[in-house]
């Protein structure tokens, strides 16, 4: 048989679950064989014979050629996660009518920023953000479209403010769900309220949102980095406070980010000493506009850049001076922690990759079952790490939904 048996073992888990999401232990009934002896298969570490494999292609309702293609179908690397249909269909305005008086800007504010610190902080922020971010979402729509036609025009611009704060949570949580057609919408929508409200701090951090969506669609990331760098520089000749000095920062990292993903390496580590660390040095240590700006996350930053250049070495030296333990944002610290693992990985340092995974699994659970990294880590793992571990792995990859 030709073809590589990751790639069949692949194809197999793929079916199976795309049809009927089925047991392994069903499958493997059927066709004769021990459920052991499919995780095998659909590991890569063993390969079925032309017999097994009609099997296998019966069971599952697709044609042997479908298990010898060499590329997995483009929904098995989806994100595994999906933003909640409640939310979803609040975004879309299918909720019931909003007939009754707008709450008031500031309770409105109260609940955007609790979302806020719910979403930045909470070990289990998808779950928790399902229950509050439907009703949220239509309580301040409706106040903005009350206050649109009104003639309270402070309770106006307040309650634009409050709903492009809340579009900048629903662009991180839509993004984090896989969900980029509705992260592009709500990241408009942001703009279109910060504009609105004549806020340039909210029109620059919406900017700042629509640059991360963009980093995340294939091809866009020269786009993302424009729109960074012209809100950076709108700012830039506004007044000289603070707080626009830490919302250009933040854009700054940004174009740094888009210069990684195009191996523009000289160029991101550049941008990131020249324009973000003095910015972060000037300011300090915040979270404005909830953008996490300061020299921790600047230190963040350049250990992405190393381990996305593949420059493992370098990017352990430089996470060894960081110290997130502070930060506001346990993303970024999973963030931090994934790319740690990262560079581990990509020295085959097996046993700290599997240390800082189960630390991730305790830091952030859902946003580790949600990375495609951590996904590709866990599997390649199971593939090479010494029998010590595999138990380990083996229950880690259940536990996160990896594996049946």
């Not at 097994?52 to 010898?68: F, M, N």
């Not at 609790?114 to 729509?141: H, I, M």
């Not at 769900?177 to 929508?189: E, T, W």
């Amino acid at each position: 048989m030709d073809k590589p048996g990751p790639a069949i073992g692949e194809l197999v888990r793929y079916y199976r679950r795309k049809n009927g999401n089925r047991k392994q232990t069903v499958i493997a009934g059927l066709c004769g064989i021990t459920e052991r002896y499919l995780s095998l298969i659909e590991t890569g570490k063993k390969t079925p014979s032309t017999e097994l494999l009609g099997r296998l292609a019966t069971e599952l309702g697709v044609p042997v050629s479908a298990l010898l293609d060499e590329s997995v179908p483009a929904s098995e690397n989806t994100n595994p996660g999906t933003a909640g249909p409640s939310v979803a269909a609040a975004l879309m305005g299918y909720g019931p009518p909003r007939s009754s008086p707008p709450l008031s800007p500031a309770v409105l504010r109260e609940r955007v920023e609790d979302a806020w610190r719910l979403w930045q902080d909470s070990r289990e922020r998808f779950t928790e953000a399902d229950k509050v971010l439907p009703e949220l979402v239509a309580d301040v729509e409706h106040a903005a479209r009350v206050h649109r036609a009104g003639n309270d025009a402070a309770a106006r611009r307040d309650v634009l403010r409050t709903a492009a704060d809340l579009y900048g949570l629903l662009r991180s949580y839509c993004r984090r769900n896989g969900r980029l057609d509705l992260a592009l919408m709500v990241a408009d929508r942001a703009i279109r309220a910060a504009e609105d409200a004549d806020d340039p701090i909210r029109i620059a951090a919406a900017q700042w949102n629509l640059g991360h969506v963009l980093l995340s669609q294939p091809g866009a990331a020269d786009e993302a980095q424009e729109v960074a760098l012209h809100a950076a520089e709108e700012l830039r000749q506004g007044p000289a406070t603070d707080e626009a000095a830490a919302m250009r920062g933040a854009l700054e990292l940004v174009a740094v980010v888009a210069d990684a993903m195009q191996q523009r390496w000289w160029n991101a580590r550049q941008r990131l000493e020249d324009k973000a660390a003095p910015l972060a040095d000037r300011t300090g240590e915040g979270n404005p506009m909830w953008t996490v700006f300061g020299p921790t996350n600047v230190g963040l930053h350049a250990l992405s850049i190393e381990m996305l250049a593949g420059e493992a070495a370098d990017g352990l030296r430089l996470a060894d001076q960081v110290d997130t333990s502070l930060m506001p944002s346990r993303e970024r610290r999973f963030t931090f922690g994934l790319d740690v693992a990262r560079c581990y990985d990509l020295r085959r340092e097996d046993a700290s990759v599997l240390v800082h995974l189960l630390d991730l699994e305790q830091l952030a659970p859902e946003d580790l079952q949600r990375s495609l990294l951590a996904r590709d880590m866990i599997i390649g793992l199971q593939r090479r790490v010494r029998p010590t571990y595999q138990r380990q792995v083996t229950a880690l990859a259940e536990r996160l939904g990896f594996l049946p």
